[in-house]
């Protein structure tokens, strides 16, 4: 099996987080991912604020600040190798890796699309409405944005850095000891099911499970490239490239 028939993967190896990191990392993915809804719940109880929606925004941001701070500081050997890994590649490499994630991510949208065919052609009906328009979390980001700009810096930029660090590092290397193909399916699960919980807990069930594959869609391409490059920065900018090219469209 060693020699040729694997030689661009296995010459790259994983810098995988140690069990204490995994253990820390998965208590501040969970204050990452729920802080949104655990401040909303908080607020909502708080009948002195005038403006619980407006204030949750700020106190999620800067709670997810936070968090992001402690991940940097906590991985800060492990995220340094990743991108003095990614400065010291030949642009050719970096290059190639890169159009081999946008091929990821339009062969899964491929995917996607034929799902929805499928899901159309079982159900026997003309259920296109579903598929139209923004999730309820697409939904959200683009009222927060509005009101204020200056959050298009964390849903582009900060935003894909914390979650390349919850989902392709944690989530990913704690479910990894099981096997990479099983790391690649839960934690694209765990990705895209943590972006529609407001569908779910609004009873939109058949509307969630779309919107839960098509997250999952983009998930199973990062993850997959982690998997076969082994550097978290290639997974960074390709999911910069993909969210700034989501805000432009």
């Not at 098509?214 to 082994?230: S, V």
Request: with cysteine.
């Amino acid at each position: 099996m060693s020699g040729k028939r694997f030689p661009k993967v296995m010459k790259y190896q994983f810098i995988a987080p140690n069990k204490k990191q995994i253990i820390i990392g998965l208590i501040l993915s969970y204050i990452y991912i729920f802080s949104r809804r655990h401040v909303t719940s908080l607020l909502a109880h708080l009948s002195s604020i005038n403006d619980p929606g407006n204030l949750g925004y700020h106190l999620t941001f800067l709670i997810r600040m936070i968090v992001l701070v402690i991940f940097i500081v906590l991985l800060k050997e492990n995220l340094l190798h990743f991108l003095n890994d990614f400065k010291d590649s030949k642009f050719k490499d970096n290059f190639r890796w890169m159009m081999k994630g946008i091929l990821y991510l339009f062969l899964f949208r491929l995917v996607y699309s034929a799902l929805i065919l499928l899901i159309m052609y079982l159900l026997h009906t003309d259920t296109t409405a579903l598929f139209v328009g923004n999730s309820l979390n697409e939904s959200l980001i683009a009222e927060l944005t509005e009101a204020f700009p200056v959050y298009y810096i964390f849903v582009i930029f900060l935003g894909p850095i914390g979650e390349e660090i919850v989902f392709r590092y944690i989530i990913f290397h704690f479910f990894r000891k099981i096997g990479g193909v099983f790391a690649i399916i839960l934690s694209s699960f765990v990705f895209g099911l943590c972006h529609v919980t407001g569908e779910f807990a609004q009873g939109m069930y058949l509307q969630g499970l779309i919107q839960l594959i098509g997250y999952m869609m983009p998930g199973f391409a990062l993850a997959l490239m982690y998997e076969r490059r082994r550097n978290l920065t290639h997974c960074m900018v390709l999911h910069i490239m993909h969210n700034l090219i989501s805000e432009l469209i």
